[in-house]
């Protein structure tokens, strides 16, 4: 008995001993104020990981407002649990970003973890925060902002009316999984997109994503800009515009998308231009999840665009070894094709609901294999 009883004992001090560090466990200031002690916390002790659980006891209610963005550091953990993260009314900025981009001059992050447990939300507010709302605000309007972070996981929670693209992984980001998020996004703002990879950005796996958004749901975007146009505006990258010497998107794999658009685009969408070559692209299990009377897709996929360059537009051999299967989708085109593409192959695009032009090729291709159906 007396070991039965020790043991219970050990079990229970074993626990207390590795109790997540919460923002609960901090009295003082904001809410914005004790998540950030509790990192500090964290990382002071070598934890380097804390909880935000359901119930916020300063509050006595199921919410968080902050008031700026959660700043993530190296070698961390941020475990959301069950809980609702909303930005304060008014705040402009992100709810969670890379430490290192707070940084003069910015710095790269390694080995960051954002994990959602049961219904874990991040709400960007109920009303606009920007003027004017959305992406023309700058790289502030994002929800989860990653930048030059090697290493990472993003998943298992919901992004609700974020006040422009939901999440955005750029200049540099590689070595990630962005899987199990749910969208919220009713195209109450402009650009409300789903998942945005940049330029620069390599070895990444997108899958196990739901919902609806306003804008594109997954979109792999490599722009630069070699010229300062707008003096003092943000851009939507906050690493910059800049030529880099690595700003080529490769190693990219989207599955298992099923969601819908409320703002009619595009569900995934590749679009390189400026000199960025974008290669070794897999993208699979697309599933349209609109329904009768509801805003129909321009493309379940759509490669390459006229649009958008700045330093020069994309040429024949920039965007190739692209590789789509298993689309079905009634929106207005099941693949459309706008930019040279080489080295591709589109299998099981299937369109339904009147959706009968399945393949459309409007730019040059080069060994582009096309199996379509349709019914």
Known sequence: MKHVCLSIAMGLLSAACFAALTPNDYAEGSDSD???????????TGERSIEIPRVNTKRGQPLWLIERAILLPSDFTLVLRDCLVRLAPGTRDNLIRNAGTAKEPMETNANIRVHGVGNAVLSGGVAAHFDPPGDKSGWRTIGVL???????TLEGFTLEETQAWAVSVENGCAYGRIANLDF????????????????????????NITGETGDDTVALTGLRNDK????????MQVGGNAPRPDDDIYNITVRNVRAKVAGGHHIVRLLNQDGIRLYNIFISDVMDA??????????GVKIGDLRYASMSTCKLGETF?????????????GVRIQGPLKNAVLRNIVGYDGCTNLVERTAPTENVIIDAKQF
Do not use: W
């Open 34 to 44: 004790r998540i950030e002690a509790a990192v500090a916390a964290a990382v002071k």
């Open 290 to 299: 609109s329904a009768a009377g509801e805003p129909r897709v321009q493309a």
């Open 228 to 235: 300062q146009t707008n003096p003092g505006v943000r851009s």
């Open 321 to 333: 070894n692209v590789f789509v299967d298993n689309v079905l989708t009634r929106g207005k085109t």
């Open 184 to 207: 919220k996004n009713s195209n109450k703002y402009p650009n409300q997109d789903g998942v945005d990879v940049r330029k620069g950005c390599h070895d990444i796996l997108i899958e």
């Open 146 to 152: 990653l930048c030059g972070v090697r290493h990472f």
